[in-house]
Nanobody, 125 residues
Framework: QVHLVESGGGSVQAGASLRLSCTAS????????MGWFRQAPGKEREGVAG???????TYADSVKGRFTISKDNANNTLYLQMNSLKPEDTALYYC???????????????????WGQGTQVTVSS
């Protein structure tokens, strides 16, 4: 059974950094496509970053140059390093995974099957 558990969220001031983690179980991250999504109050969920099994990476324009996605396959963990945080980055951040086939539309929710419960990131100005 696949489980995704996010951690690392918190409340920080603008300009600070956070690193989110997503610990996966029930499958090997090395063979899966995985992504980070976020949803702010009153807004639709949006893709932030994704990485597939051949290490192809995609970022949303709003986070390019500030966020870095990576996988530690030895520990079955996905990370999102977030630097230079802005108030508009405030949202509930979700980890997602697809263990069935290679995905390339890594910022689309429909590319993923499994979802975590989310971790809150709040950035104050």
């Amino acid at each position: 059974q696949v489980h995704l558990v996010e951690s690392g969220g918190g409340s920080v001031q603008a300009g600070a950094s956070l690193r989110l983690s997503c610990t996966a179980s029930g499958y090997a991250t090395s063979s899966a496509s995985m992504g980070w999504f976020r949803q702010a109050p009153g807004k639709e969920r949006e893709g932030v970053a994704g990485i597939n099994s051949i290490e192809s990476i995609t970022y949303a324009d709003s986070v390019k140059g500030r966020f870095t996605i990576s996988k530690d396959n030895a520990n079955n963990t996905l990370y999102l390093q977030m630097n230079s945080l802005k108030p508009e980055d405030t949202a509930l951040y979700y980890c997602a995974a697809n263990t069935r086939g290679l995905q390339f539309r890594l910022l689309q929710s429909s590319s993923y099957i499994y979802w975590g419960q989310g971790t809150q990131v709040t950035v104050s100005s």
